[in-house]
């Protein structure tokens, strides 16, 4: 069975920082894309990164120099980390996978930002 579980999320200054964390099961980790997807309030989801097996790595325009996607394969674990948030980052962040034809998405984690 695969399980996305995502943690870390809370509340930030404009400015601050968090890490979000992604631990999957279920899947070979070691080739399986993951993406970091967020939904604000009212707004569409929208995908905000997003990590090959072997490392690569894409952004979306307006975090991409200011969030940082890895991965942890020991731990089975995908990572953002978010500096310089600012209040419009403010969102249920979510953890994304698609593997044996299906897509996965783990609960959310919300951030809010305040300025």
């Known amino acids: 069975q695969v399980l996305l579980a995502e943690s870390g999320g809370g509340s930030v200054q404009a400015g601050g920082s968090l890490r979000l964390s992604c631990k999957a099961t279920?899947?070979?980790?070691?080739?399986?894309?993951v993406n970091w997807y967020r939904q604000a309030l009212g707004k569409q989801r929208e995908l905000v990164a997003t990590?090959?097996?072997?490392?690569?790595?894409t952004y979306t325009d307006s975090v991409a120099d200011r969030f940082t996607i890895s991965r942890e394969y020991a731990r089975r674990t995908t990572y953002l980390q978010m500096n310089n948030a600012r209040p419009d980052d403010s969102a249920v962040y979510y953890c994304?996978?698609?593997?044996?034809?299906?897509?996965?998405w783990g609960q959310g984690t919300q951030v809010t930002v305040s300025s």
């Open positions: 994304n996978t698609r593997y044996g034809g299906r897509e996965y």
């Open positions: 279920g899947v070979n980790f070691r080739i399986t894309t």
């Open positions: 990590i090959t097996g072997d490392g690569a790595t």
